[in-house]
T-cell receptor, first 112, second 113 residues
Framework: AQSVTQPDIHITVSEGASLELRCNYSYGATPYLFWYVQSPGQGLQLLLKYFSGDTLVQGIKGFEAEFKRSQSSFNLRKPSVHWSDAAEYFCAVGEVDYKLSFGAGTTVTVRA | NAGVTQTPKFRVLKTGQSMTLLCAQDMNHEYMYWYRQDPGMGLRLIHYSVGEGTTAKGEVPDGYNVSRLKKQNFLLGLESAAPSQTSVYFC????????????FGPGTRLTVT
């Protein structure tokens, strides 16, 4: 089975500063990779996905992620965070039957 | 177009009681999934369905049963609730062909005392 590791449990960032969330995966072939965001008390919303092609993918809300096969990583970035970006972020990898395997999540706190 | 809806939003059960969580989607998706979310553990797949009338076990199926009698509905049952089943439960659905991109419901917070 595939696995996803998000090394950072909690990150605090100042409003306007840049943000990078780390994600590492284990998978034999080219993976299908995703980042989801969960605001407090809400369900998960897809931020972006990588299936193939350009290794730098753009998502909603100004987020982007870069797929690096050599490092088995799919890190999420945002150049300038807003207070509304405070949430929990999940990295996921696709498996057979269109299942997803999720990382444990990273909680982002934005300070004024 | 409501997307994925879940009923109920909150529930408190006593140990040994039973209940059914309902998930409904109006996107004509073939695939549906039930997850549980616990602090520090991300989302873990309980059961899933690849089409009407089919179900399959996920990562943590013990203590749960599911049914997919209609394409738009996916039911999760707890026959005899245990405190270890206290969690937030999410339903999701996805389309064939596109695959993988799952659409999530708002969740059900279940407490078993």
């Amino acid at each position: 089975a595939q696995s996803v590791t998000q090394p950072d449990i909690h990150i605090t960032v100042s409003e306007g500063a840049s943000l990078e969330l780390r994600c590492n995966y284990s998978y034999g072939a080219t993976p299908y990779l995703f980042w989801y965001v969960q605001s407090p008390g809400q369900g998960l919303q897809l931020l972006l996905k990588y299936f193939s092609g350009d290794t730098l993918v753009q998502g909603i809300k100004g987020f982007e992620a870069e797929f690096k096969r050599s490092q088995s990583s799919f890190n999420l970035r945002k150049p300038s965070v807003h207070w509304s970006d405070a949430a929990e972020y999940f990295c996921a990898v696709g498996e057979v039957d269109y299942k997803l395997s999720f990382g444990a999540g990273t909680t982002v706190t934005v300070r004024a | 177009n409501a997307g994925v809806t879940q009923t109920p939003k909150f529930r408190v059960l006593k140990t040994g009681q039973s209940m059914t969580l309902l998930c409904a989607q109006d996107m004509n998706h073939e695939y549906m999934y039930w997850y549980r979310q616990d602090p520090g553990m991300g989302l873990r797949l309980i059961h899933y369905s690849v089409g009407e009338g089919t179900t399959a076990k996920g990562e943590v199926p013990d203590g749960y049963n599911v049914s997919r009698l209609k394409k738009q509905n996916f039911l999760l049952g707890l026959e005899s609730a245990a405190p270890s089943q206290t969690s937030v439960y999410f339903c999701a659905s996805s389309a064939t062909g596109v695959g993988y991109e799952q659409y999530f419901g708002p969740g059900t917070r279940l407490t078993v005392t």
